[in-house]
Nanobody, 124 residues
Framework: QAQLVESGGGLVQPGDSLRLSCVAS????????IGWFRQPPGKEREFVAS????????IYEDSVKDRFTISRDRSMHTVSLQMSSLMPEDTAVYYC?????????????????WGQGTQVTVAS
């Protein structure tokens, strides 16, 4: 069975950093782009970042640009999201997703598989 598992979330204070990880099992991530989405409490799911299958192309939502960095290790079938300068507005459940194609995308319909999500809470 194909599985996608996120980890690394937690409770942090504003200005802190977190590194989220996403590990795939049961299928290969080769030739598939990866995306991170988040759903703040009481709000709709929104795009965060995406990386192409070879890591050459990365896109970010404007509010996280220069604060978040997406990366992947294809040999380990993992993708990470390094988050710095966290703000209360970043509080959300973060989801890792595997795209149907190799190119990065901010559209949720481009993604085939989704993880269970990991909670990130930023509060003083």
């Amino acid at each position: 069975q194909a599985q996608l598992v996120e980890s690394g979330g937690g409770l942090v204070q504003p200005g802190d950093s977190l590194r989220l990880s996403c590990v795939a099992s049961g299928f290969s991530l080769d030739y598939h782009a990866i995306g991170w989405f988040r759903q703040p409490p009481g709000k709709e799911r929104e795009f965060v970042a995406s990386i192409s299958w070879n890591g050459g192309d990365k896109i970010y939502e404007d509010s996280v640009k220069d604060r978040f960095t997406i990366s992947r290790d294809r040999s380990m079938h993992t993708v990470s999201l390094q988050m710095s300068s966290l703000m209360p507005e970043d509080t959300a459940v973060y989801y890792c997703a595997v795209a149907l194609r190799a190119s990065s995308s901010r559209v949720n319909t481009a993604y085939r598989y989704w993880g269970q999500g990991t909670q990130v809470t930023v509060a003083s």
